[in-house]
């Protein structure tokens, strides 16, 4: 590895902290040991269960489980370094939300009843079960309070109706987190989160094909009268947006730190690629303008390593905004998307082949730009406030 401004491995001055540190680098390894050697097998046939269960037996799943409930009771900033290493690791880019999505896992700690607990816990922690957030639907991307998928109180039941699309890990979940009206009159103030256990009858899923990620899962999902106990109701009915909030600015900040970490990879990929590479009798490396391409994209990367350090500083003090979160989602998946731009242009062809991670890792960075709150999203939020 090159001695450039690689991200925090261990060291004291890391703005995770020393035991978030150790958590990383056991991320890291599996990714390293486990996802990487698998790749191809992933990119054909997409991932599997044992992967999972892998991820399980490393302990890098639902890291913020408190310990009573046999979790390791992690500060949630776990996701953030998780998020981090699923970018730096070239594997990420295939493997889509992937782990990410034990984001959703936060949900259960905070909102969930003991019951739901004691029922959903000890398989999260093992990869048994697969957690989905679904949200988004055909009409209602951005324009989060418009769903339309709906939840009926009949008895002791909630009946669903509706449909939800792009969901991570949405083909394969056994959980799903269904966001659903259950006051269609009242817009935001009138959505719940639902537990829907992927095996329900009524409930019909279907992979999407996309353009990155081919060893993930962003899948459709359609309730058709899929009735659940009214004990799945998670927290207090028509309260999800409030919910939301605690979860919207962690999930942009995972989304980011994922940016980070896939641009310090292409970065030092390029860089090994620039080093190997012979054209007109030299290596491209000897070209000044291969080194102004390397040392801006250097440069540009610090810049955000040190943007995102101070955030999480923040993090950790309670101080970062929605303008906060909203400014990085904007600014350093740009920088993400920028720098995998430089580096395809610097591997030419072989930039082009999916066989090469750079390939892989370019796409993947296109969609940083979009979920999570597109950058024009962003904007918009931030320009509220100049109103
Ligand atoms: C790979 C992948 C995984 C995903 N995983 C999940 C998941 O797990 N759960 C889930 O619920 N959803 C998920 N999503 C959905 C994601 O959150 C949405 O794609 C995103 O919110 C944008 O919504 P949309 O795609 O409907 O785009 P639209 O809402 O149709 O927006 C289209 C474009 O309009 C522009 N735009 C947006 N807002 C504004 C504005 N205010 N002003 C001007 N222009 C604007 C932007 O350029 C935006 O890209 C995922 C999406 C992808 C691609």
Known sequence: MLQTASLPAGDVE???GEELEMYRETVRAFFRREVEPRVREFEEHGSDRAIWRKAGEYGILGATIPEEYGGAGAHRMAIMVAAE????APSGATMGSFIGTDICTNFLVDHGTEEQKKAWFPGILTGDVIQAMALTEPESG?????????????????VINGSKCFISNGS????IYAIVKTDPAAKG????????????????????ITQGYKGGDTGEIFFDNVRVPV???LGEENKAMAMFIPTIGLDRMQIVARSV????????????????RKIFGQRLVDFQNTQFMLAQMETEISVGRAYLDNLIRKMWAGTLTDADSSMAKIWLCELEFRTLDSCVQLWGGNGWMDENPISRMFTAARVQRIFA???????????????
Request: hydrophobic share 35%.
């Open 85 to 88: 290493e699923l970018g730096y």
């Open 231 to 233: 004990s799945n109701l």
């Open 142 to 158: 951005s324009d989060a309070t418009s769903i339309r998928t709906t939840a009926v109180r009949d008895g002791d039941d909630y």
């Open 189 to 208: 103030r009138g959505m719940s989160v639902i537990l829907v256990p992927g095996d329900t009858p009524g409930v019909t899923r279907r992979r999407m």
């Open 261 to 276: 970490g896939a641009a310090q990879a292409a970065f030092e990929l390029t860089v090994e690629h620039c080093r190997n």
């Open 14 to 16: 890391s703005p995770y």
């Open 172 to 175: 394969k979940a056994d959980l």
């Open 373 to 387: 709150g597109a950058t024009e999203l962003m904007k918009s939020l931030l320009g509220r406030r100049y109103l």
